[in-house]
């Protein structure tokens, strides 16, 4: 089966940065499309950024100009650099992947079990 294990998050004071890394692994033929979401307590999980075809990037929009998502196609591996770090900021970070399995003709999804970003002073 298919497994994404997130890694980088922690404790970071406002203004700080965080690197967030995301690798897929398992009996993966193809990955379309890898990305971040994210969920603060009490609130819905949201869009982050995705990645689609190792070129195509999609932001929330208030978040493109901090966040940069990135990707290393060789590693089945995402990257999400979080520059200019606020207490809004603070919430389960979940990684996600659309891609062919090679024992499917069709895309599934699946979902990493998360890493927490606590932005605090």
């Known amino acids: 089966q298919v497994r994404l294990v997130e890694s980088g998050g922690g404790l970071v004071q406002p203004g700080g940065s965080l690197r967030l890394s995301c690798t897929a692994s398992?009996?993966?033929?193809?990955?379309?499309?890898m990305g971040w979401y994210r969920q603060a307590p009490g609130k819905e999980r949201e869009l982050v950024a995705t990645?689609?075809?190792?070129?195509?990037?999609k932001y929330a929009d208030a978040l493109k100009g901090r966040f940069t998502i990135s990707g290393d196609s060789a590693k089945n591996t995402v990257y999400l650099q979080m520059n200019s770090l606020n207490p809004e900021d603070t919430a389960m970070h979940y990684c996600?992947?659309?891609?062919?399995?090679?024992?499917?003709?069709?895309?599934?999804?699946?979902w990493g079990r998360g890493t927490q970003v606590t932005v605090s002073s």
């Open positions: 990645i689609t075809d190792g070129v195509t990037q």
């Open positions: 996600y992947a659309r891609l062919l399995t090679r024992n499917n003709l069709d895309f599934d999804e699946y």
């Open positions: 398992g009996n993966i033929y193809l990955i379309k499309t």
